[in-house]
C-alpha cells in the first residue's frame, strides 16, 4: 500500500498570509492529487501532476498553485490566504491516472 | 463532465441491522469503480473497488452491486457493527479520464 505523508498536519494563518502544505509519497507513483474537503462537497481536486515538473489544473483552483518538484514531493501553495480556503486538505497518489488513489493523513487548515 | 450523486448524506442504523448507500453517475462510459471509508478525523482508506466488467463484488461485510443501465452503484452493509460507524464515499472513473469523481459522503452511525 502507498505511504503518503503530509506536512503540516495543522496550520493557521491570517487572510493575505502565505502557505505551503507539503506531501511525499514514497511508493514511486506517477501521480499525485490536491483536494480539498469540505462539509457537504465530498472531496474536490484542486491540481494533479503525472511526473516530476508537470501539474494538471484541477476542478477547484483558483487561489492555488502547485508544483511537483520530484516524483515522490508535491506541494500545493497559497499566496494570498483567504477564509474560503478553510478546509481539510488531502494529498493522494495512484500508479496511473485511472486507478485507485490513496490518500495522506490531511492538513487542516485555517484562515482567520 | 462526469458528476456523482451520493444518497443518504446521513444513515443511523442499530447494530446487526443491513444498511445501504447509493450513488448515482452521469458518464455511460464509467468503468472503474471504489468505495473509500473515512473514520472520524482519519484519512480516506480504499474499502473496495469493482470494474464495469463485474457487477458483484464482497469483502469485509459489504457488498458492492453496480447497475450500468440505470449507472447505479450500491454498498450494501448486511450487519452493521459498531467499526463501520465512519463517512463512506463512492467514486467513479469515466473512459479517458485521468480524474476521480467523488461522491459528497454519506456519515452512517450504527446505534448499539
Known amino acids: 500500500e502507498a505511504a503518503v505523508t503530509q506536512s503540516p498536519r495543522n496550520k493557521v494563518t491570517v487572510t493575505g498570509g502565505n502557505v505551503t502544505l507539503s506531501c511525499r509519497q514514497t511508493n514511486s507513483h506517477n501521480y499525485m492529487y490536491w483536494y480539498r474537503q469540505d462539509t457537504g462537497h465530498g472531496l474536490r481536486l484542486i491540481h494533479y501532476s503525472y511526473g516530476a515538473g508537470n501539474l494538471q489544473i484541477g476542478d477547484v483552483p483558483d487561489g492555488y498553485k502547485a508544483t511537483r518538484t520530484t516524483q515522490e514531493d508535491f506541494f500545493l501553495l497559497l499566496e494570498l490566504a483567504s477564509p474560503s480556503q478553510t478546509s481539510l486538505y488531502f494529498c493522494?497518489?495512484?500508479?496511473?491516472?485511472?486507478?485507485?488513489?490513496?490518500f495522506g493523513p490531511g492538513t487542516r487548515l485555517t484562515v482567520l | 463532465g462526469e458528476q456523482v450523486e451520493q444518497r443518504p448524506p446521513h444513515l443511523s442504523v442499530r447494530e446487526g441491522d443491513s444498511a445501504v448507500i447509493t450513488c448515482t453517475y452521469t458518464?455511460?462510459?464509467?468503468?472503474?469503480f471504489f468505495w473509500y471509508k473515512q473514520e472520524p478525523g482519519a484519512s480516506l482508506q480504499l474499502l473496495m473497488k469493482?470494474?464495469?466488467?463485474?457487477e458483484i463484488n464482497e469483502g469485509q461485510g459489504f457488498t458492492v452491486l453496480l447497475n450500468k443501465k440505470d449507472k447505479r452503484l450500491s454498498l450494501n452493509l448486511t450487519a452493521a457493527h459498531p467499526g463501520d460507524s465512519a463517512a463512506y464515499f463512492c467514486?467513479?472513473?469515466?473512459?479517458?479520464?485521468?480524474?476521480?469523481?467523488f461522491g459528497a459522503g454519506t456519515k452512517l452511525t450504527i446505534k448499539p
Open positions: 467514486a467513479v472513473i469515466g473512459q479517458g479520464n485521468e480524474k476521480i469523481t
Open positions: 458518464d455511460p462510459n464509467s468503468y472503474y
Open positions: 493522494a497518489s495512484s500508479v496511473g491516472g485511472a486507478m485507485e488513489q490513496y
Open positions: 469493482v470494474f464495469s466488467s463485474t
